[in-house]
Nanobody, 120 residues
Framework: QVQLQESGPGLVKPSQTLSLTCTIS??????????WNWIRQPPGKGLEWLGA???????GYSPSLKMRTSISRSTSKNEFTLQLSSVTPEDTAVYYC????????????WGQGTQVTVSA
């Protein structure tokens, strides 16, 4: 059973960089055909895909956030990290990490989500 767990600060000041880590258990970050995603949900709004890192280490980002987003991974720790720079209160959201199964075309495992608030 794959489990994903987000971790990081719950409060970030405006203009700072938000950094979150997703730790994977029960599966490998390098396993073929899986992509590891960051998704968020602002209050009262729908889900927004931020970006992903694939099993080969390649990355992809939402065009609207590409300039502020970076996703990296540690294969030794079996985890991947989101960094979102120059945050504003509009970046306040519940942030989720999720696994996308390429062959099945679906997000099959999700973390529980972590609330991040951007406020001075």
């Amino acid at each position: 059973q794959v489990q994903l767990q987000e971790s990081g600060p719950g409060l970030v000041k405006p203009s700072q960089t938000l950094s979150l880590t997703c730790t994977i258990s029960g599966g490998s970050i390098t396993a073929d055909y899986f992509h590891w995603n960051w998704i968020r949900q602002p209050p009262g709004k729908g889900l927004e895909w931020l970006g992903a890192i694939g099993y080969s280490g390649s990355t992809g980002y939402s065009p609207s956030l590409k300039m502020r987003t970076s996703i990296s991974r540690s294969t030794s720790k079996n985890e991947f990290t989101l960094q979102l720079s120059s945050v504003t209160p509009e970046d306040t959201a519940v942030y989720y990490c999720a696994r996308y199964y390429e062959s099945g075309h679906l997000f099959d495992y999700w973390g529980q989500g972590t609330q991040v608030t951007v406020s001075a």
